[in-house]
């Protein structure tokens, strides 16, 4: 018995030391075969000139009205009387898009009460410069509320 004792008291005593010189070592403790990976980082500045040949803008329309079913109802003929404006200005129609519809409830001074509803709807347009002032024109003789823009590029631009 005492022998046995003697025997798995040795084992622990080598097992811990075993483990502590492993911890004392850890570059010896590294997986086989691990690379380290060769990186280059290449950092650059560039700039382009160029003179632009395509303006984009929003056409904003709002509406009001005491529910919310009509002042959507005003809002899209509205917008839509936009569109039809922008189109007939010589815009393609793949170049006209509305971007946005939204609508809020309007309150009282306490804002306890709904008393009508607010509609809006932004309309994105892409044209030529040379069609630019004409387009604006257009697009508010026919109700647009809200004009952005113009926001220039080029039509021949790399998308990738």
């Known amino acids: 018995m005492m022998r046995l004792r003697s025997i798995l008291l040795l084992a622990g005593v080598l097992l811990v030391a075993s483990a502590v010189a492993g911890v004392a070592q850890p570059r010896i403790g590294q997986a086989a075969g691990t690379a380290t990976p060769k990186t280059i980082t290449v950092t650059g500045d560039g700039s382009v000139t160029t003179v632009p040949d395509r303006a984009g803008f929003y056409f904003t329309v709002d509406s009001r009205a005491t529910t919310a079913k009509a002042a959507l109802a005003q809002n ?20 006209i898009q509305t971007s946005q519809v ?19 709807t932004s309309i994105s347009v892409s044209t030529t410069i040379a069609k630019a002032g004409p387009l604006v024109d257009a697009a508010v003789a026919a109700g647009a509320d809200g004009v952005s ?12």
Request: charged fraction near 15%.
């Open 149 to 160: 823009g113009p926001s220039l590029s080029r039509s021949d631009q790399d998308l990738q």
């Open 76 to 95: 899209a003929a509205a917008a839509a009387a936009v569109a039809a404006a922008v189109k007939n200005a010589g815009v393609d129609p793949a170049d």
């Open 102 to 120: 939204s609508l809020s409830p309007q309150t009282n001074e306490t804002g306890t009460d709904i008393i009508g509803y607010a509609a809006s």
